[in-house]
Antibody, heavy 124, light 110 residues
């Protein structure tokens, strides 16, 4: 059974960089059938897609966050990571990592497996 | 403000059916059959309920069904049960090769 687990600091200071890692177990991150993504959810609010990465390193980012986001992959460790720079209180959220299905047409569609999520608070 | 519009809340009694709408544009919902729906209970990660407009993943009850007409997708839950009370989110692929979510709908089972 595929499992994803987020890890990283739960508290980040304003203006600093938020860094999270997602470890994938029970399957290979190098599968040609999937992208891997990050989604966040501010307390009491809805879901926001942050970005996604293929095992080759190809990425797609939410245009509203693109200038501050970097997603990378380490296939040797079966992990992918998120960096969000210049954070403010508005970046306080539960951050989820998830697997993203690719159709035969190369289109990313649904998130079929999710991590449990990790709360990151931005505060001094 | 979310790109996809959902009602903030819907409610129904046990055994009834409810429908949640998700309205976008021709650049997302209307342009592709890549709409998915997620169920989220408090404090839990979202769970995929419907993918590619109307397909159910293995293990999801057939009381859940999806459809689409024009720029609006819909999730219907029939035979409402107490355990269906949760937040529901739609998501769509877009013409910019990105993904977007709806604002979410809180389902209350009366």
């Amino acid at each position: 059974q595929l499992q994803l687990q987020e890890s990283g600091p739960g508290l980040v200071k304003p203006s600093e960089t938020l860094s999270l890692t997602c470890t994938v177990s029970g399957g290979s991150i190098s599968s040609s059938s999937y992208y891997w993504g990050w989604i966040r959810q501010p307390p009491g609010k809805g879901l926001e897609w942050i970005g996604s990465i293929y095992y080759s390193g190809s990425t797609y980012y939410n245009p509203s966050l693109k200038s501050r986001v970097t997603i990378s992959v380490d296939t040797s460790k079966n992990q992918f990571s998120l960096k969000l720079s210049s954070v403010t209180a508005a970046d306080t959220a539960v951050y989820y990592c998830a697997r993203l299905v690719i159709t035969i047409f190369g289109v990313v569609t649904e998130f079929d497996y999710w991590g449990q999520g990790t709360l990151v608070t931005v505060s001094s | 403000q979310s790109a996809l519009t959902q009602p903030a809340s819907v409610s129904g009694s046990p055994g009834q059916s409810i429908t949640i709408s998700c309205t976008g544009t021709s650049s997302d919902v209307g342009g592709y059959n890549y709409v998915s729906w997620y169920q989220q209970h408090p404090g839990k990660a979202p769970k995929l309920m419907i993918y590619e407009v109307s397909n159910r993943p293995s293990g999801v009850s057939n009381r859940f069904s999806g459809s689409k007409s024009g720029n609006t997708a819909s999730l219907t839950i029939s035979g409402l049960q107490a355990e269906d009370e949760a937040d529901y989110y739609c998501s769509s692929y877009t013409s910019s090769s990105t993904l977007e979510f709806g604002g979410g709908t809180k389902l209350t089972v009366l």
